[in-house]
Nanobody, 119 residues
């Protein structure tokens, strides 16, 4: 079965950094995008970043541009999210996604990992 497992979430002070990882299994997702969604408290889930299989094309939503970086290691079937200069409004559940990704959904979802940014 297809499985995406996020790790690296936790509690961090505003201005700090976290690195999230997402390990995929069940399929390689070769040739398909991967990315990260976030659902903040009281808000609808939103697509934050995506990356193509080659890594040559990336998408960043305005709220994370310049602070978050997405990358992937295809040999490990893993995608990463480096989060710097974290803000309180970055608090939420972060979901790893894969497959066909739109602004609101994706083919495959991880269970999510909680990120809490305290001020």
């Amino acid at each position: 079965q297809v499985q995406l497992v996020e790790s690296g979430g936790g509690l961090v002070q505003a201005g700090g950094s976290l690195r999230l990882s997402c390990a995929a299994s069940g399929r390689s997702f070769s040739g398909t995008p991967m990315g990260w969604f976030r659902q903040a408290p009281g808000n609808e889930r939103e697509c934050l970043l995506t990356i193509t299989w080659s890594g040559r094309s990336t998408y960043y939503t305005d709220s994370v541009k310049g602070r978050f970086t997405i990358s992937r290691d295809n040999a490990k079937n893993t995608v990463y999210l480096q989060m710097n200069s974290l803000k309180s409004e970055d608090t939420g559940v972060y979901y790893c996604v894969a497959g066909t990704i739109s602004s609101t959904t994706a083919d495959y979802w991880g269970q999510g990992t909680q990120v809490t940014v305290s001020s």
